[in-house]
């Protein structure tokens, strides 16, 4: 009886053994699955570029591509999109969410705007108004020339196409009037000197208004993601107005005196004006229709804030009234293929810069050039006359305004603020050099190759008059400018 009692104890505990031993194995087996599943599902750290340098490097080349321009800025920028997608550096959203800006959008509506300011001819009636008025002198004639082109600055945000489709032909047929052609060694009797004065103050009437060049926006929409504050047309008309009539007298008269035209005297250029006139006969019915617009839109430009429609707003409505009337077209607007190829480097360059300055690479570069201005003792304005000649004379290296604000604007802006220039100021001084620095060369700004091109003007004289009338901007432009802003209460 002992014996059976002791043989069921063994077996209970053999049993039991086993079970024991096929639980342990069961759960050896459990674990060993749920390894394998670990291994195969669960998200491992990421072994791949790290984001913020990524970025930085396909938003420099990018940068650099605008610089040298293998391909047309937008094809340039489209590219650089697409790569910051490619690389899931960017999501698609986030790579194009600046083409939902207002501010691309404003300069491309412009551009349409100004096709029927063009195509109506009323341009050039208010440029031969002004030379039959005030185009007796060959000075009088520059100043005519001068301050029409500023009145048609805020209504044509191309400085190409004011130069090339209204105020070149123009200036040309002024110059053969007066005898002054090319090729015959007459240049020097008007031609040379009316050139060059129409280019140099071409840059200045572009710095006085934010729609009078297509790249302004950029710096107004660069400042904002900056320093989140707002410049607005009737700030940037503000501040610009004094310093830029200033300007504007001042470069023509300095241009008169250091390579003077010959002749002194232009008694046919008001006769050419008047035959034009006449040929034109009275203002046509969508030359009205312009002119209303016109006034409508800059007067919303101007007082719209009080009414609470913004610049784009008021934009459209013009565009809209240009539509309805039959001024303009829609298949003319299609066929507008700068105001489309600038709505697209425009709104890539305000989305580089935004997610250059998040991931860190503005801030920086702002602090290694804060460091180094910074630990040379001096005051803020000392700091920001630096910052300021750097910017505006590396723009040698530059083919245009658009590629040097999106190069280096963010960056200055945010140096400049650190070293305690006051950000709104350095933003507008920085914003008008940008279109200042473009009378350097004969390819720094859209008049530059436009003006040249005429070939009343050799490079080397070109060149050297340019670095001395870039001084003399500076020079008004801080001096005169700096009183005058700090008047409006922005230092």
Excluded at 129 to 158: N, T
Excluded at 160 to 175: D, E, H, N, T, Y
């Amino acid at each position: 009886m002992a014996t059976n009692s002791n043989d069921v104890r063994l077996t209970v505990l053999i049993a039991l053994q086993e079970a024991h031993d096929e639980e342990a194995y069961l759960e050896e087996q459990i674990l060993s699955l749920m390894h394998r599943f670990a291994d195969r599902f669960t998200i491992v750290p990421w072994q791949g570029a790290a984001m913020k340098p990524l970025l930085a490097s396909i938003a420099t080349a990018t940068i650099v591509g605008i610089i040298t321009q293998p391909l047309p800025l937008g094809a340039v920028a489209l590219m650089g999109l697409g790569a910051c997608v490619l690389t899931k550096t960017l999501t698609f959203a986030a790579a194009f969410s600046a083409f939902g800006d207002p501010i691309p959008w404003l300069i491309a509506l412009a551009f349409f705007f100004a096709r029927g300011f063009i195509k109506t001819g009323l341009g050039n009636r208010i440029a031969y108004q002004f030379v039959k008025l005030f185009g007796s002198s060959s000075l009088g004639l520059g100043y005519s020339l001068v301050f029409s082109e500023a009145l048609l600055a805020p209504a044509i945000p191309s400085v190409s196409a004011r130069a090339g489709g209204i105020f070149l032909p123009l200036v040309k047929s002024l110059c053969v009037a007066c005898g002054s052609n090319v090729g015959d060694g007459t240049e020097g009797k008007l031609g040379s000197w009316l050139m060059l004065t129409c280019f140099q103050t071409s840059v200045i009437s572009s710095s006085m208004f934010l729609t009078a060049m297509a790249a302004n926006p950029l710096s107004a929409n660069l400042t904002f993601n900056t320093i989140q504050q707002t410049i607005g047309w009737t700030d940037w008309a503000l501040a610009a107005i004094v310093p830029g009539l200033v300007s504007l007298i001042v470069v023509p008269l300095v241009l008169y005196i250091i390579y003077p035209p010959s002749i002194k005297s232009s008694p046919d250029a008001p006769k050419l004006a008047n035959e034009k006139l006449e040929k034109m006969g009275p203002m046509t019915k969508n030359e009205i229709i312009m002119a209303g617009t016109l006034l409508l839109t800059v007067g919303l430009w101007i007082f719209g804030g009080m009414l609470g429609i913004d610049a784009v707003t008021a934009a459209i409505l013009g565009l809209s009234v240009l539509l309805i009337t039959g001024v303009v077209t829609w298949k003319e607007c299609l066929g507008e293929a700068v105001a489309w190829d600038t709505l697209t480097w425009f709104a890539a360059l305000i989305a580089m810069a935004g997610y250059l300055n998040k991931y860190g690479l503005i801030s920086w570069f702002s602090q290694t050039v804060v460091k180094f201005v910074g630990g040379l003792g001096l005051q803020w304005q000392a700091s920001f006359g630096i910052l300021v000649l750097l910017y505006f004379y590396s723009h040698y290296f530059f083919a245009s305004g658009a590629a040097h604000i999106g190069a280096m604007f963010t960056a200055f802006l945010s140096v400049a603020s650190a070293l305690g220039t006051p950000p709104l100021l350095g933003a507008m001084v920085l914003a008008f050099l940008s279109n200042l620095m473009g009378g350097l060369t004969h390819y720094g700004i859209g008049s530059a190759p436009v003006f040249y091109g005429a070939n009343y003007v050799p490079l080397g004289k070109w060149w050297g008059y340019g670095f001395i009338i870039s001084v003399v901007n500076i020079i008004i432009w801080l001096g005169v400018g700096g009183v005058w802003w700090k008047f409006l209460g922005l230092w």
